[in-house]
């Protein structure tokens, strides 16, 4: 278990850059709405490196994938690097990959065997 969300992130004109770490609960991921609102807002290209997070409960994923859904509405592109298997499954199954020609997954992370 990776314990705690971090999140580390570059600003470079109209594209942000996010790493998280960690496990994506619903407690951290508020207060990553936070930082996504105050950084994301308006038409930024934003890349999120998910490769050391990893995805704990379903409130977590559901927090997390209202604020890409959020971004991609107002107009952003979003690409979600080394994204673990249930998150890139879950944007499949809720229709984000054909609802958004915006959003891209790159190298998504494959089976991953259980950490319990």
Not at 87 to 101: D, E, Q, S, W
């Amino acid at each position: 278990m990776h314990g705690a969300m971090k999140i580390h992130h570059v600003l470079d004109r109209n594209r942000l850059r996010i790493e998280i770490s960690g496990e994506i609960e619903a407690d951290s991921c508020r207060c990553l709405q936070s930082f996504w609102e105050l950084r994301a807002g308006g038409r930024m290209d934003i890349e999120v490196d998910l490769g050391e997070a990893e995805t704990g409960e379903s409130d977590g994923l559901a927090v997390f994938t209202g604020l890409v859904e959020q971004s991609l509405i107002a107009g952003a592109r979003v690409q979600i690097v080394r994204a673990p298997q249930m998150l890139a499954h879950t944007l499949y199954k809720a229709g984000f990959l054909t609802r958004f020609p915006r959003l891209k997954l790159t190298s998504p992370r494959l089976e991953e065997p259980y950490q319990g």
